[in-house]
């Protein structure tokens, strides 16, 4: 289905969204699929995403050319060898949310068509499908928390695209004290340097954008600074935040 070309759609609005719509029909109709979305992009002639479905729920989703680190989130949340099916389901869904967040804010003037698939399903990356009003307040929510992440860190900004190029600096680039959580341990681990930009160390963790960026929060400006800047994607997406740079 080929779309009219509109204004860019408000950030504050996912609703009126190409996928958002699709995803308002598949909820309507309980439908289980696949909606398969190709989007024009900087970085790229077009980008695949999908999103499945069950029974009008989502719990899945993928773009070509973004591959989610999940063994090393693992890794950072030190869940070891046997991981528990919560720990697998918390990490599959931190990156649904976060990869299905952004594809609600694509405007359907970068969208070149847009297909539901009947009964297609996918065993990788699953969580318990999410209805779609639960989805849409989550989203909510993850946009008001990373405007409330900005603004503890001393920037300004309303959601996690406005996260986009920011750089991350070590106070102390001898210090990688004990800080508690095993994640916030793995973000200074991931500053190799004495300053990266947000998403090297967030793909470094195996962490998203939203959850890179509420750890530097939780971190502290003792810890770490952070500061706009304008980091440039070097082989693709690096965190599901950036797949439609």
Not at 119 to 147: F, K, S
Not at 170 to 184: C, I, S, T, Y
Request: proline share 5%; with cysteine.
């Amino acid at each position: 289905m080929k779309l009219a070309r509109r204004k860019s759609l408000s950030p504050n609005d996912p609703t009126s969204s190409p996928l958002g719509r699709e995803l308002r029909r598949c909820a309507t109709r309980r439908a289980t699929g696949e909606i398969t979305m190709l989007v024009s992009s900087d970085a790229a002639p077009t980008v695949a995403a999908r999103v499945f479905t069950f029974e009008g729920g989502v719990y899945a989703a993928s773009v070509d050319g973004f591959t989610p680190q999940y063994e090393q989130r693992l890794v950072s949340g030190r869940a070891g060898a046997n991981p528990t099916p919560e720990v697998l389901a918390g990490i599959y869904q931190e990156n649904l949310l976060a990869l299905v967040g952004e594809l609600l804010q694509v405007g359907a003037e970068r969208v070149d068509s847009i297909t539901f698939h009947d009964g297609t399903a996918t065993d990788t990356g699953c969580t318990l499908p999410i209805e779609w009003t639960t989805l849409l307040a989550i989203v909510g929510r993850r946009r008001e928390r990373a405007g409330e992440d900005l603004k503890a860190v001393g920037l300004s900004g309303e959601s996690i695209r406005d996260a986009a190029g920011l750089t991350v600096q070590r106070v102390d680039a001898d210090q990688l004290m004990n800080v508690g959580a095993p994640e916030l341990h793995a973000f200074l681990a991931g500053l190799l340097a004495t300053s990266a930009p947000l998403d090297e160390v967030a793909h470094a963790g195996g962490f998203t954008r939203a959850e890179a960026l509420h750890l530097a929060r939780l971190l502290g400006s003792s810890t770490v600074q952070v500061t706009a800047g304008k980091s440039v994607e070097p082989h693709g997406a690096l965190v599901p935040e950036a797949v439609c740079v």
